[in-house]
């Protein structure tokens, strides 16, 4: 460890009432270790505490990223009945010559037998994605990642600050200086920036339990491991995606069609949604997936590549090879979409959507005309951005239908996003490497000649909505920070979100 300090991580990360959660931990010089465990939502319930906790001194393996920690369990949690169903937090503390260091764990509680109306699934396939503890991530060359070590710094707790948020308040910041200024100053992981409990999720749930709604949660790999959730007579009638929900497997998109397909509805208050397929893998024991395999740009790598197992590639939803665009599930795609204030991409937007159909039903009660700006204040677009190839007619845009959007899908609201190319990425891009809309344009299109790159270069969020074959109501935000408009109050933001809300957890 370079310090030290306390970490650990829970196994399994999901369970349900009545079953039991291991506590893994590693602890500085085998101090004791007090463990207190929480639901967070709209209060924070201490639910559970232990002081003085055996530990021992473990290190982290050479290849923790790709294996796992494999320490052993220090304690067992045991789930009562009464423990409701959310995100509980684990709070690890020590005490090393007078000071306080910590650290956190999570796991869920997944609903019991009378669930709400309302199921919403944490993005933790995203947050495994990122996580760089141990070593690499899906972003530093690893192709499959481990889902028992802990979380790197950022990705459970952030504190308050100027530049908590990657997208960028204050432009043009091109270099987003404000954000990694912070990673920076706080010891946080560089990549903490983009995922995580505290950047999304945790405002959502705050602000949703604050207006009496109730609201259960799995995680991302629960859609694949219990698929019954969402399964026929499941008793709910809206699902849940909010913030930065980007990394998906073919059971999981299975479970939430299935359901979108039997007139139940869905809403994606989300962005870069669904963008990559990934397998869960490693099951032990008859446990839950261990690890999580990612290719990427190494897709032609996967061993499923070329063989009857290529539905499963773990490339981009979109690509030719799969023909399976998230368009078909959420109406939207970062293929057609980008970054909105964050570097050298929209930097100077206006943070907020452009109205276009102002007497939707989503809009009523928020004041709103055509033209109207929506969610600037609170930089409500921002970060990554899902969009669809649409045309206009008489000054109103409709989908094309070319890139798998339905056709009667409506859209609301607009504002301009744009990929990374060439010159404008945040970080050098190699040579003889494809720079972000070159490979973008290269798997939907099976080219990345000039002609291809152009016709995904001009991007946007969309707002929009559409009603499935069985009357299922389909909503997204097609931005990753609708929520920040709910955490910092926005009047509109929370109008249409009731709106949504209310009309969704109904039966049609």
Known sequence: MPYETVTGYCWPQSVTAGETVALHLSSSGARPVAVEVARIGARRDVVHHEEGLPAGDHPTPTDASERGCQWPVAAEIDVAREWRSGYYEVLLTIEVDGRTRQDRA??????????????????????????????????????????????????????????????????????????????????????????????????????????????????NADLEEHPELLGPGTGYELYLSIGHDEYWSGPMRDSVEGFIAAGHNAAFLSGNTAFWQVRLEDHTDAGPAATMVGFKGFLKDDPVYGTTRQAELTTIWSDHL???????????????????????????????????????????????????????DATVVGYECDGCDFTSRDGL?????????????????????????????????????????????????????????????????????????????????????????????????????????????TAS
Not at 184 to 212: D, I, K, T
Not at 348 to 370: C, K, N, S
Not at 460 to 481: K, M, N, P
């Open 106 to 219: 999570f796991f869920v509680v997944r609903p019991a037998s009378r669930p709400a109306a309302i199921l919403m699934a944490l993005s933790t396939n995203t947050w495994h994605a990122y996580n760089d503890f141990g070593g690499r991530n899906l972003y530093t060359g690893a192709t499959s990642v481990s889902l028992r070590r802990p979380m790197a710094p950022g990705y459970l707790h952030k504190p308050d600050g100027a530049g908590q948020r990657v997208t960028s308040l204050f432009p043009p910041d091109p270099y987003s200086a404000a954000h990694v200024g912070y990673l920076r100053m706080n010891h946080l992981s560089p990549y903490a920036g983009s995922a995580g409990w505290p950047n999304w999720e945790l405002p959502f749930l705050r602000w949703a339990e604050r207006e009496g709604y109730v609201i259960d949660v799995v995680t």
């Open 322 to 376: 799969l023909d399976r665009p998230e368009n078909h599930m959420t109406g939207v795609s970062f293929a057609r979409g980008g970054y909105h204030r964050i570097g050298r991409r929209v930097t100077r937007g206006a943070g907020g959507y452009t109205v276009h159909r102002a007497d939707h039903w989503m809009f009523e009660g928020a004041d709103l005309d055509y033209g109207d700006v929506l969610g600037a």
């Open 397 to 505: 845009p409709y989908p094309t239908g070319v890139d798998g959007t339905p056709t009667n899908f409506e859209i609301l609201a607009t504002a301009p996003a744009a990929h990374f190319t060439r010159t404008t990425a945040s970080r050098p891009v190699p040579a003889g490497v494809p720079a972000e809309d070159e490979f973008i344009a290269s798997r939907l299109f099976g080219t990345r000649d000039p002609a291809a790159v152009e016709r995904i270069a001009h991007g946007h969020a969309v707002l929009g909505t559409y009603v499935s074959a069985a009357g299922g109501t389909v909503v997204t935000s097609g931005s990753t920070d609708w929520v920040w408009g709910l955490a910092q109050r926005d009047p509109q933001i929370e109008q249409i979100t009731r709106n949504i809300l209310d009309r969704l957890r």
